[in-house]
């Protein structure tokens, strides 16, 4: 069955942390993607993959970086983590069209 | 600016009653709308989407409207179970391909009570 894995579930990390997020679908799809999902807000797009080595920046990039290093994989960086990125991510992932397939999320806690 | 309105933004029925959720845009183009369901800790599974200008779907106990002139959908669930408990979400597709745009709304908690 097409899915799309996250881990980990849950993470702490200290201010100014480095966090790596990761996820990997089993879709064979070409595109992935990074959300964060906020109280009172609608999920955010961080950033987004047409293919391996491929990186395009989304809505709210500032203090994301990501890289998908392989068709399967695509991670979300956090290098200096601060407070602000305290949030629910979710990872996605398309064919192309308009059918999406999402991830169970990442709660993270910035302290 | 927020692109995706929902409302109400939450709500409490008894179980067996029905419920409408309301979601109003802005999003030009408007290709698609699809209604999600998210179980609390959980990711976004799909109910329905609706591509039409003038759409009606319907999924089991879920059925649902999209009028693209109005720019606004609903999405009825009848005979409300407890696993219905869950916040909905709109999500508005500015095109029919990876290469557009999502816009998402910030959801309609429902509360199911026995």
Redesign the interface.
């Known amino acids: 069955e097409a899915a ?1 894995t996250q881990s980990p579930r849950n993470k702490v990390t200290v201010t100014g942390g480095n966090v790596t997020l990761s996820c990997r679908q089993t879709n064979s799809h ?2 992935m993607y990074w959300y964060r999902q906020d109280t ?6 961080i950033h987004y993959s047409y293919g391996a080595g491929n990186l395009q920046i989304g ?1 709210v990039p500032d203090g994301y970086k990501a890289t998908r290093t392989t068709q399967e994989d695509f991670f979300l960086l956090l290098e200096l983590a601060s407070p602000s990125q305290t949030s629910l991510y ?1 990872c996605a992932s ?7 397939t ?4 990442t ?1 993270l806690l910035v302290i | 600016k927020t692109q995706v309105e929902q409302s109400p933004q939450s709500l409490v029925v008894r179980q067996g009653e029905n419920c409408v959720l309301q979601c109003n845009y802005s999003v030009t183009p408007d290709n698609h709308l699809r209604w999600f369901k998210q179980d609390t800790g959980k990711g976004l599974v799909s109910l329905t989407v609706l591509v039409d200008q003038k759409d009606k779907t319907s999924n089991g106990r879920y059925s649902a409207t999209l009028d693209k002139d109005a720019k606004h959908s609903t999405l009825h669930i009848t005979a409300t179970l407890l696993d219905d408990t869950a916040t909905y979400i709109c999500v508005v597709g500015d095109r029919g391909s990876a290469l557009g745009r999502l816009h998402f709304g910030a959801g309609t908690q429902l509360i199911v009570i026995p």
Not at chain 1, 40 to 45: M, N, P, Q, V
Not at chain 1, 94 to 100: E, V
């Open positions: 799309v070409n595109y009172g807000h609608g999920l955010r797009l809505d979710f398309s064919p192309g069209n308009s059918d999406y999402f991830g169970s999320g709660r």
